[in-house]
């Protein structure tokens, strides 16, 4: 049975927005799922080794001795510091990969009417490789500048706290619109830019709200995955401690540690590449909304048929 098309390029008010979203995951998630774990596949094995360096190298140190002249050996700090380095890299480029497949796949998504081909998907990235990798570092920019600004922000109290997160909605939408700019129209990265600021000022509000809501959500979706490896991990616990079983030292410990905080951080990114997709329908809508390309292409063919 062929799964209903979902028209992203329609002029919805918010709650329609935020329907044609989930509507959109409803039907297109296993087949969005499946390209993204082929996508990702070496994100994810490189993750789960940074996940168990990190998780060795700080069991390490809990177990240590750190009386003087006792287990002073620096294989645990390297340990932490290799695991840290790698999983700085593996963000940065799953965060790559998360916009441009997420963004691509929509484009794709949108022009087939739904018949998303892998390839098709995978050219329109390589194409648009250039303006990636440079969005991708003034993204790293903007961000530096937002931590910047919430660090003085923060010592403001309650209001301080909303700009922070008025902040935090707003470049997340300017991101994921500008990025999805790339794709839809093939723009170059200063149209793009230029485009994604018109689009998140010109719906401010929609945008801030929209942000907050698919946060939360996405947020929900994030702790349901997370939720059964989080309660076999805390059981697992539990009966250790009552059976006086050395976690520090235990080497299946490890072993469900490590999984368990690869399983959080691949959460959180999936949860990351949900929320471009999210983006991505808000973009569809804007763009309809300012521009009509749809409903005057619908208009002109009732034309053509009578």
Same mark, same amino acid.
């Given at each position: 049975m062929n799964k209903p098309y979902i028209e992203l390029r329609n002029r919805n008010d918010f709650g329609d927005t935020i329907n044609t979203y989930f509507l959109f995951l409803k039907y297109n998630y296993k087949k969005y799922t499946s390209l993204y774990l082929r996508y990702n596949a070496i994100s994810i094995i490189l993750l789960i080794v940074a996940s168990y360096l990190l998780v060795t190298g700080f069991m390490g140190l809990a177990s240590r001795d750190f009386r003087f002249g006792m287990n002073n050996d620096g294989n645990q700090t390297i340990y932490l510091i290799v695991g840290a380095i790698i999983l700085f890299l593996i963000l940065f480029i799953t965060a790559l990969i998360n916009y441009s497949f997420s963004s691509s796949y929509m484009a794709e998504y949108v022009n087939t009417t739904g018949e998303v081909e892998? /390839? /098709?998907?995978?050219?329109? %990235?390589?194409? /648009?490789?250039?303006?990636? %990798? @440079?969005? $991708?570092?003034?993204?790293? +920019?903007?961000? $530096?500048?937002?931590? %910047?600004?919430?660090?003085?922000?923060?010592?403001?109290?309650? $209001? +301080?706290? @909303?700009?922070?997160? +008025?902040l935090s909605f707003l470049l997340a939408a300017f991101f994921g619109l500008s990025f999805m700019a790339i794709f839809s129209e093939n723009k170059g990265l200063s149209n793009a830019l230029s485009e994604g600021w018109s689009f998140t000022f010109s719906s401010f509000g929609k945008v801030i709200l929209y942000g907050l809501v698919i946060g939360i959500l996405n947020l929900m979706i994030t702790f349901l995955i997370i939720s059964i490896p989080g309660f076999i991990i805390g059981i697992y616990v539990y #009966?250790?401690?009552?059976?006086?079983?050395?976690l520090a030292t235990n080497v299946f410990a490890s072993v !469900? #540690?490590?999984?368990?905080? *690869?399983?959080?951080? @691949?959460?959180f990114i999936y949860s990351q590449?949900?929320?471009?997709? *999210?983006?991505? !329908?808000?973009?569809?809508n804007i763009f309809e909304e300012k521009n009509n390309v749809f409903l005057i292409k619908k208009i002109e063919q009732i034309g053509i048929n009578e």
């Amino acid at each position: 049975m062929n799964k209903p098309y979902i028209e992203l390029r329609n002029r919805n008010d918010f709650g329609d927005t935020i329907n044609t979203y989930f509507l959109f995951l409803k039907y297109n998630y296993k087949k969005y799922t499946s390209l993204y774990l082929r996508y990702n596949a070496i994100s994810i094995i490189l993750l789960i080794v940074a996940s168990y360096l990190l998780v060795t190298g700080f069991m390490g140190l809990a177990s240590r001795d750190f009386r003087f002249g006792m287990n002073n050996d620096g294989n645990q700090t390297i340990y932490l510091i290799v695991g840290a380095i790698i999983l700085f890299l593996i963000l940065f480029i799953t965060a790559l990969i998360n916009y441009s497949f997420s963004s691509s796949y929509m484009a794709e998504y949108v022009n087939t009417t739904g018949e998303v081909e892998s /390839n /098709n998907v995978w050219q329109n %990235i390589k194409r /648009n490789l250039g303006s990636i %990798i @440079l969005f $991708i570092f003034i993204g790293i +920019g903007l961000y $530096i500048g937002y931590a %910047i600004v919430s660090i003085i922000f923060a010592f403001i109290p309650l $209001i +301080g706290m @909303l700009i922070q997160y +008025g902040l935090s909605f707003l470049l997340a939408a300017f991101f994921g619109l500008s990025f999805m700019a790339i794709f839809s129209e093939n723009k170059g990265l200063s149209n793009a830019l230029s485009e994604g600021w018109s689009f998140t000022f010109s719906s401010f509000g929609k945008v801030i709200l929209y942000g907050l809501v698919i946060g939360i959500l996405n947020l929900m979706i994030t702790f349901l995955i997370i939720s059964i490896p989080g309660f076999i991990i805390g059981i697992y616990v539990y #009966f250790s401690l009552e059976s006086n079983v050395d976690l520090a030292t235990n080497v299946f410990a490890s072993v !469900v #540690f490590t999984l368990g905080f *690869a399983m959080l951080l @691949l959460s959180f990114i999936y949860s990351q590449a949900l929320s471009q997709i *999210a983006y991505s !329908v808000l973009y569809y809508n804007i763009f309809e909304e300012k521009n009509n390309v749809f409903l005057i292409k619908k208009i002109e063919q009732i034309g053509i048929n009578e």
